[in-house]
């Protein structure tokens, strides 16, 4: 084997055209004709030629040609590196443990390992591109898992809320208008301009907390009607139980839409029961508050509800 350290230029005429500008590089001349040029980066050679081929050397070119494909590699050395010959002994053959045959037998038995429900449908299906090894089917799209819906509650505690329910007496920031002289002067003039990104901003940040839900326990209430006395909307009301339609009328706001289900709740120690109209209720935590026994309290939730695949969850807050 011959060690050809150098710079040089090459060129290849055969299948294709190339040119190799001046560079370093190793170029290995083995003892079975064949040729690899080597760049210091890489595995792989910049040029390479399968033997047997014939090498002549005329001053700085060495000129390699392969007969059998009429392939022809001209090196033009401009400085050497190093020039050795070596003659190498070696016998031994690569020794392998597993093949890649073997690999498509073992998947073949267990798709599973790549992808749950996966069908194998075919081995080494030839495709445009090429061969595919595996040519398999995942989980038919229509067949769901099925419907799975996890609620996560997040109690919110008393004076521990996830917003800032300080009492501010901001007065409600008043939406832009145009000028009156040009509101006068133009009938179609839109009069109204609406809030520009910070006042809209400013107002939001006078929100109740309207994906905040009022959660009640009759275990922990003492029935001290605290909570009715604060409620800004006459929202909670402790009464004997009754038929709903005759109930709604003795709640301290009778509640007069029909379409919103009333909250009500049994198992107080006097046998009323607590209703609340969910039409009218603010969010405002103002119950939770002032209960001292925190039979009221403020809980978010998150729902995580099943999709298309069990990777694919949506949450949702309200
Ligand atoms: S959250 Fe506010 S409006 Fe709703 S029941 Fe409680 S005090 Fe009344
Ligand atoms: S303030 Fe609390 S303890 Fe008192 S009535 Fe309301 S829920 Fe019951």
């Known amino acids: 084997m011959r060690i050809l350290v150098a710079r040089c230029e090459i060129a290849y005429h055969g299948r294709a055209v190339t040119r190799l500008g001046a560079g370093d590089r190793l170029i290995v001349f083995k003892d079975d004709g064949s040729l690899c040029v080597h760049a210091d980066r890489g595995f792989k050679p910049l040029n390479y030629m399968a033997g047997p081929t014939s090498v002549s050397e005329d001053g700085d070119v060495i000129?390699?040609?392969?007969?059998?494909?009429?392939?022809?590699?001209?090196?033009?050395?401009?400085?050497?590196?190093?020039?050795?010959?070596?003659n190498l002994d070696d016998d031994a053959s690569l020794e392998r443990d597993g093949a890649e045959r073997?690999?498509?037998?073992?998947?073949?038995?267990?798709?599973?390992?790549?992808?749950?429900?996966?069908i194998v449908l075919?081995?080494?299906?030839?495709?445009?591109?090429?061969?595919?090894?595996?040519?398999?089917?995942?989980?038919?799209?229509?067949?769901?898992?099925?419907?799975?819906?996890?609620?996560?509650?997040?109690?919110?505690?008393?004076?521990?809320?996830s917003y800032d329910n300080d009492v501010s007496l901001d007065l409600r920031f008043k939406v832009p208008h145009a000028e009156d002289e040009q509101a006068l002067r133009?009938?179609?003039?839109?009069?109204?301009?609406?809030?520009?990104?910070?006042?809209?901003?400013?107002?939001?940040?006078?929100c109740l907390n309207c994906d905040v839900q009022t959660v009640?326990?009759?275990?922990?209430?003492?029935?001290?009607d605290a909570c009715v006395d604060i409620c800004p909307v006459d929202c909670i009301t402790f009464t004997p139980d009754g038929e709903e339609a005759e109930l709604r009328t003795r709640l301290k706001a009778?509640?007069?839409?029909?379409?919103?289900?009333?909250?009500?709740?049994?198992?107080?120690?006097?046998?009323?029961v607590m209703v609340k109209d969910e039409d009218v209720c603010l969010?405002?935590?103002?119950?939770?508050?002032?209960?001292?026994?925190?039979?009221?309290?403020?809980?978010?939730?998150?729902?995580?509800?099943?999709?298309?695949?069990?990777?694919?969850?949506?949450?949702?807050?309200?």
């Open 254 to 272: 009778p509640a007069q839409n029909l379409t919103q289900e009333l909250y009500v709740q049994d198992g107080l120690k006097t046998g009323r």
């Open 283 to 318: 969010h405002c935590g103002m119950c939770a508050e002032r209960c001292p026994t925190g039979a009221w309290d403020m809980q978010k939730f998150l729902l995580e509800a099943a999709n298309a695949t069990t990777k694919v969850h949506a949450c949702a807050a309200e």
């Open 102 to 118: 073997q690999m498509h037998v073992l998947l073949e038995r267990a798709p599973e390992a790549i992808e749950a429900g996966l």
């Open 186 to 206: 133009d009938i179609t003039l839109e009069v109204e301009l609406g809030y520009d990104r910070e006042m809209a901003f400013k107002e939001a940040e006078r």
């Open 122 to 161: 075919e081995r080494e299906r030839a495709t445009d591109t090429g061969p595919i090894d595996l040519f398999c089917r995942g989980e038919d799209v229509k067949d769901r898992p099925s419907p799975e819906t996890v609620l996560i509650s997040q109690k919110m505690g008393i004076h521990e809320w």
């Open 63 to 86: 000129r390699v040609y392969r007969p059998a494909s009429d392939e022809t590699l001209v090196i033009v050395v401009q400085q050497v590196l190093e020039d050795s010959s070596f």
């Open 216 to 224: 009640f326990s009759a275990s922990l209430c003492i029935e001290c």
